[in-house]
Nanobody, 119 residues
């Protein structure tokens, strides 16, 4: 199972970006898909997660500004980021877990995509 993330870049404060992450490989099912971020000198932490049933959870710092969604047919998770702040600057990583053939559980990370919020 591999995850490929897209969509990072440089944006001004108050701007928007949309991140995408597509899963590929031998996948039987995907349970939760989520986004995490790691700023310089800080630990990686949860941004948002969405389960297979559509339940979502957000970090307090992004509630009301970020929105996570998924397209199960495309095995893709999205993160719409609005009203971006300089403190949102970080490397964003996608994560997915579920089942592979043979009832093997997987928990995979994408390669990370840099989001820089600066004027």
């Amino acid at each position: 199972v591999q995850l490929q993330a897209y969509g990072g870049g440089l944006v001004q404060p108050g701007g928007s970006l949309r991140l995408s992450c597509a899963a590929s490989g031998s996948i039987v099912s995907i349970n939760a898909m989520g986004w995490y971020r790691q700023a310089p000198g800080k630990q990686r932490g949860l941004v948002a997660v969405v389960t297979s049933s559509g339940s979502t959870n957000y970090a307090d710092s992004v509630k009301g500004r970020f929105s996570i969604s998924r397209d199960n047919a495309k095995k893709t998770v999205y993160l719409q980021m609005n009203s971006l702040k300089p403190e949102d600057t970080a490397v964003y990583y996608c994560n997915a877990n579920g089942l592979a053939p043979g009832y093997q559980r997987y928990d995979r990370w994408g390669q990370g995509t840099l989001v820089t919020v600066s004027s």
